[in-house]
Nanobody, 121 residues
Framework: QVQLVESGGGLVQSGGSLRLSCAAS????????MGWYRQAPGKQRELVAV???????NYADSVKGRFTISRDNAKNTVYLQLNSLKPEDTAVYYCVAGIVDIVTMTVNDYWGQGTQVTVSS
């Protein structure tokens, strides 16, 4: 069984910073792409950033230049550094990872439980 556990959310003032972490554990053979989504109240879940196994990154236009995604393959962990936060960044942030299960040797997307980020104006 594979689990993703997130941490690092919280309440911050506009212009502030946060760092989110998401650690994968369990029956992991390998991890492909990892990413972060967010969902604000009343809105659809949207992609924030993604990082491939080789380290290539892609960002939503709304966060380019402010957010940075990174990963530590030795720790099976993906990070999201959030800088210059705005009230419109307020949302629940979810991590996702494409993981090959060592038991079944099949790849599936696994999601974290979500962590709340609230930016006050």
């Amino acid at each position: 069984q594979v689990q993703l556990v997130e941490s690092g959310g919280g309440l911050v003032q506009s212009g502030g910073s946060l760092r989110l972490s998401c650690a994968a554990s369990g029956s992991i053979f390998s991890i492909n792409a990892m990413g972060w989504y967010r969902q604000a109240p009343g809105k659809q879940r949207e992609l924030v950033a993604v990082i491939t196994g080789s380290g290539s990154t892609n960002y939503a236009d709304s966060v380019k230049g402010r957010f940075t995604i990174s990963r530590d393959n030795a720790k099976n962990t993906v990070y999201l550094q959030l800088n210059s936060l705005k009230p419109e960044d307020t949302a629940v942030y979810y991590c996702v990872a494409g993981i090959v299960d060592i038991v079944t040797m099949t790849v599936n997307d696994y999601w974290g439980q979500g962590t709340q980020v609230t930016v006050s104006s």
